[in-house]
């Protein structure tokens, strides 16, 4: 059974700081990885999905890296910004077609101080 | 982008009644629709998925007559919450994903907080 943990579970930093968050993944045979941003009460944008075959997708200060042998993937976030504060998802995809169901961590809540 | 819509966006109801919850893909066709659940400060879990004009597919543990699914169309699926008691009280998430090959990305709706009281 594929199990995702995202570490750490809650992140407070100033404005202006680089910064990681880690997910990681129990089955590494994924067909891609998605990154999600989730603002309280709201449902998911989707900032970066991976295909399996890939090692990285980049958007903006944005950069989404995925290990999968080791059944891992960060989002490193260049320059905090204050409108970065909220929650971010990370979801692995065992297959295509219908198959190919989301399995998400528990996410970290991100806040940016400005 | 992808649009989602979701409606209502928020809903207070009395426990026994029945409440229905519609999730539309607004700019495109949405072969595969997929309904979460997600309790204050966890994550989504997965109640099914559904395919056009196909029985949805339920997940381990959720009540498919308390739940009821609907996909009537390419645009169109329903969550019907059948004799709703508190513990259905909840933030209800459908996605949709596009029947395209190569267009993988899931789209989500806002959202459908649901009150039972």
């Known amino acids: 059974k594929q199990e995702v943990t995202q570490i750490p579970a809650a992140l407070s930093v100033p404005e202006g700081e680089n910064l990681v968050l880690n997910c990681s993944f129990t089955?590494?045979?994924?067909?891609?990885l998605q990154w999600f941003r989730q603002d309280p009460g709201k449902g998911l944008t989707s900032l970066l999905l991976?295909?399996?075959?890939?090692r990285e997708q980049t958007s903006g200060r944005l950069n989404a890296s995925l290990d999968k042998s080791s059944g891992r993937s960060t989002l490193y976030i260049a320059a905090s910004q204050p409108g970065d504060s909220a929650t971010y998802l990370c979801?692995?995809?065992?297959?295509?077609?219908?198959?190919?169901?989301?399995?998400f961590g528990q996410g970290t809540t991100l806040q940016v101080k400005p | 982008g992808a649009v989602v819509s979701q409606h209502p966006s928020r809903v207070i109801c009395k426990s026994g009644t029945s409440v229905k919850i519609e999730c539309r893909s607004l700019?495109?066709?949405?072969?595969?629709m997929f309904w979460y659940r997600q309790f204050p400060k966890q994550s989504l879990m997965l109640m099914a998925t559904?395919?056009?004009?196909?029985?949805?597919?339920?997940e381990q543990g959720v009540e498919k007559d308390k739940f009821l699914i609907n996909h009537a169309s390419l645009t169109l699926s329903t969550l019907t919450v059948t004799s709703a008691h508190p513990e259905d009280s909840s933030f209800y998430i459908c996605?949709?994903?596009?029947?395209?090959?190569?267009?993988?990305?899931?789209?989500f709706g806002p959202g459908t907080r649901l009150l039972v009281l």
């Open positions: 996605s949709a994903r596009p029947g395209r090959r190569g267009q993988e990305t899931q789209y």
């Open positions: 089955d590494s045979a994924i067909y891609n």
């Open positions: 991976i295909q399996s075959s890939q």
């Open positions: 979801a692995v995809r065992r297959g295509s077609g219908n198959t190919g169901k989301l399995i």
């Open positions: 700019d495109f066709q949405a072969t595969t």
């Open positions: 559904s395919n056009e004009g196909s029985k949805a597919t339920y």
